[in-house]
């Protein structure tokens, strides 16, 4: 895509919203961060960010958190949820234009920063994974230990779960730097000390993956987990939780 195309495709960006919140955006915006502004940083993000997966796709991040100053995001609020929806429609069109894929759903959030002053602004990026699974609303409000995945949890349960990319998983993460079948964490049932109640024991295995996994930083290929346990495949961190505080480790 040349400079060209890019100056045009803000310009009818910039047009796009004005035309939607009228003349009282173009007044609030006068002398703070313009949105056009933020437009052309989320589009230099990706470019910046762009991890070659093939000759023909990139992967650029999709999670986006616009960071602004007090008064620049008092300004916006009564606009953001309309700007958002407009800027990340014009990142998905940029990233058509370049080819470029997201591992999920594109979110723009905007907050404020104390060391920035009006007119200025920062963005941070990650290229965080879609996750989906198997389980129902009933299986994980019941479950006694849970897994997290990018805002999504996962009951885990005797036998166990797979985490991988592939269709076969129990939990399908959709980040290149996860193997098809990845890891496995199995949970194991194990009666208390006292006899009275039921604890599990949870351990994570890899599957003879790609990339390997991270324990709490430590990469290994066979590790017992526990409440807050973090566990890295790819790109993606996932947190073991455990709503009863009875695991045996």
Same mark, same amino acid.
């Given at each position: =895509?040349? #400079? &060209? &195309?890019?100056? *045009? &495709?803000?310009?009818?960006? #910039?047009?796009?919203?004005?035309? =939607?919140? $009228? $003349?009282?955006?173009a007044r609030a915006f006068r002398s703070a961060v313009q949105p056009v502004e933020i437009a052309a940083a989320l589009q230099r993000e990706c470019d910046n960010n762009a991890q070659i997966l093939s000759r023909d796709r990139r992967m650029v991040p999709n999670d986006f958190h616009v960071e602004l100053s007090q008064t620049d995001l008092d300004r916006l609020a009564p606009y953001d949820s309309t700007i958002s929806q407009e800027l990340a429609s014009q990142v998905q069109l940029h990233a058509t234009q370049q080819s470029y894929v997201f591992p999920g759903p594109i979110t723009i959030a905007f907050e404020a920063a104390d060391d920035l002053t009006t007119g200025r602004f920062r963005i941070r990026s990650r290229a965080q994974a879609k996750v989906t699974g198997n389980s $129902?609303?009933?299986?994980?409000?019941?479950? /006694?230990?849970?897994? #997290?995945?990018? &805002?999504? /949890?996962?009951?885990?349960?005797?036998?166990?779960?797979?985490? *991988?990319?592939?269709?076969?998983?129990?939990?399908?993460?959709?980040?290149? *730097?996860?193997s098809r079948r990845h890891l496995e964490f199995t949970v194991v049932p194990t009666s208390s000390p006292d006899g009275n109640s039921e604890d599990v024991r949870i351990e994570v295995r890899d599957l003879g993956s790609t990339n390997g996994i991270l324990v709490n930083g430590q990469k290994t290929t066979h590790a017992a987990v526990g409440d807050g346990s973090e566990v890295k495949v790819g790109n993606t961190t996932m947190t073991v939780r455990v709503v009863e505080e009875n695991i045996d480790v």
């Amino acid at each position: =895509m040349t #400079e &060209g &195309g890019d100056v *045009g &495709g803000l310009q009818k960006f #910039e047009q796009r919203l004005e035309a =939607m919140i $009228s $003349s009282a955006f173009a007044r609030a915006f006068r002398s703070a961060v313009q949105p056009v502004e933020i437009a052309a940083a989320l589009q230099r993000e990706c470019d910046n960010n762009a991890q070659i997966l093939s000759r023909d796709r990139r992967m650029v991040p999709n999670d986006f958190h616009v960071e602004l100053s007090q008064t620049d995001l008092d300004r916006l609020a009564p606009y953001d949820s309309t700007i958002s929806q407009e800027l990340a429609s014009q990142v998905q069109l940029h990233a058509t234009q370049q080819s470029y894929v997201f591992p999920g759903p594109i979110t723009i959030a905007f907050e404020a920063a104390d060391d920035l002053t009006t007119g200025r602004f920062r963005i941070r990026s990650r290229a965080q994974a879609k996750v989906t699974g198997n389980s $129902s609303y009933t299986q994980v409000r019941r479950a /006694r230990a849970l897994l #997290e995945v990018n &805002g999504t /949890r996962h009951p885990l349960q005797p036998p166990g779960l797979v985490i *991988g990319r592939g269709t076969d998983a129990d939990v399908r993460i959709n980040d290149p *730097g996860v193997s098809r079948r990845h890891l496995e964490f199995t949970v194991v049932p194990t009666s208390s000390p006292d006899g009275n109640s039921e604890d599990v024991r949870i351990e994570v295995r890899d599957l003879g993956s790609t990339n390997g996994i991270l324990v709490n930083g430590q990469k290994t290929t066979h590790a017992a987990v526990g409440d807050g346990s973090e566990v890295k495949v790819g790109n993606t961190t996932m947190t073991v939780r455990v709503v009863e505080e009875n695991i045996d480790v």
